[in-house]
C-alpha cells in the first residue's frame, strides 16, 4: 500500500526526473536535418571515348580512353569505366601507359582517382618491360605524376621492388619513391 509518505517520494523523484530530462533537452544541441544528398544529374554520356591532349607542336601528350564515360553536371566530374591514360615522353622514348578498372576526373581533369587494380606499363625496348602494379592511386596528368597509399609492385626484367605508398614522377626521368615496408629483389646475370 502506498502511504502518503512514499507517494510524496514518488512524485518528488518524478517531478526531479522530468525537471532533468527537459534541462537535458535544453541543453543538447538541436538535431541538424539531414540533408538529402543532392541527386547527381548526368549532363553526357558516351562509350568508347578517346581524347588527346597534344602539345604546342601538335604531337601527342597524352591520349585518354575509356570504354563509357559518364559527366555528372552537379560537381562537374566525370566517371570512366576501363580507362586507359597514356603519357607520351620525348620523341623516340616509349609512353607510360596506365590502366585501371574505374576512374573519376575532377572538373579541370588535373587530376584523376584510379580505382580498383591499377597497372603501369612502359616497353623499354630491349630491356623488356616495366610493370607498375598497385590499387586505387592518384594521377596528376599535367605534372606527369601518380602516388598511391597502397601496396605496390614494380617489376622489371631484373629487378622487383616492393613496398607500401608510392610516389612516382614519370618525368623528365622516372623517380619512385615508396614509402614504406620497401623490399627488393635483384637477379644478377
Same mark, same amino acid.
Given at each position: 500500500?502506498?502511504?502518503?509518505?512514499?507517494?510524496?517520494?514518488?512524485?518528488?523523484?518524478?517531478?526531479?526526473?522530468?525537471?532533468?530530462?527537459?534541462?537535458?533537452?535544453?541543453?543538447?544541441?538541436?538535431?541538424?536535418?539531414?540533408?538529402?544528398?543532392?541527386?547527381?544529374?548526368?549532363?553526357?554520356?558516351?562509350?568508347?571515348?578517346?581524347? *588527346?591532349?597534344?602539345?604546342? +607542336? @601538335?604531337?601527342?601528350?597524352? &591520349?585518354?580512353?575509356?570504354? $563509357?564515360? !559518364?559527366?555528372?553536371?552537379?560537381?562537374?566530374?566525370?566517371?570512366?569505366?576501363?580507362?586507359?591514360? *597514356?603519357?607520351?615522353?620525348? +620523341? @623516340?622514348?616509349?609512353?607510360? &601507359?596506365?590502366?585501371?578498372? $574505374?576512374? !573519376?576526373?575532377?572538373?579541370?581533369?588535373?587530376?584523376?582517382?584510379?580505382?580498383?587494380?591499377?597497372?603501369?606499363?612502359?616497353?623499354?625496348?630491349?630491356?623488356?618491360?616495366?610493370?607498375?602494379?598497385?590499387?586505387?592511386?592518384?594521377?596528376?596528368?599535367?605534372?606527369?605524376?601518380?602516388?598511391?597509399?597502397?601496396?605496390?609492385?614494380?617489376?622489371?626484367?631484373?629487378?622487383?621492388?616492393?613496398?607500401?605508398?608510392?610516389?612516382?614522377?614519370?618525368?623528365?626521368?622516372?623517380?619512385?619513391?615508396?614509402?614504406?615496408?620497401?623490399?627488393?629483389?635483384?637477379?644478377?646475370?
Amino acid at each position: 500500500m502506498i502511504t502518503p509518505k512514499t507517494f510524496g517520494t514518488y512524485l518528488a523523484l518524478g517531478l526531479l526526473a522530468a525537471a532533468t530530462w527537459r534541462v537535458a533537452d535544453n541543453l543538447m544541441p538541436a538535431e541538424e536535418k539531414t540533408l538529402k544528398p543532392e541527386r547527381s544529374e548526368i549532363d553526357y554520356y558516351s562509350t568508347n571515348v578517346k581524347r *588527346t591532349v597534344l602539345t604546342p +607542336e @601538335g604531337k601527342p601528350k597524352e &591520349v585518354l580512353f575509356a570504354v $563509357t564515360m !559518364t559527366h555528372y553536371k552537379n560537381d562537374d566530374r566525370t566517371e570512366m569505366d576501363k580507362p586507359v591514360l *597514356t603519357l607520351y615522353k620525348k +620523341e @623516340g622514348e616509349q609512353p607510360w &601507359v596506365i590502366h585501371s578498372d $574505374t576512374a !573519376t576526373a575532377l572538373s579541370s581533369g588535373s587530376t584523376v582517382f584510379l580505382k580498383g587494380d591499377v597497372l603501369i606499363t612502359r616497353d623499354t625496348g630491349e630491356n623488356g618491360v616495366v610493370r607498375i602494379m598497385t590499387k586505387n592511386a592518384k594521377v596528376e596528368p599535367d605534372k606527369s605524376y601518380a602516388e598511391t597509399r597502397e601496396h605496390v609492385l614494380i617489376l622489371s626484367p631484373q629487378d622487383e621492388l616492393s613496398g607500401t605508398g608510392m610516389q612516382v614522377h614519370f618525368e623528365p626521368a622516372l623517380q619512385v619513391n615508396l614509402l614504406a615496408q620497401v623490399r627488393r629483389k635483384h637477379e644478377m646475370r
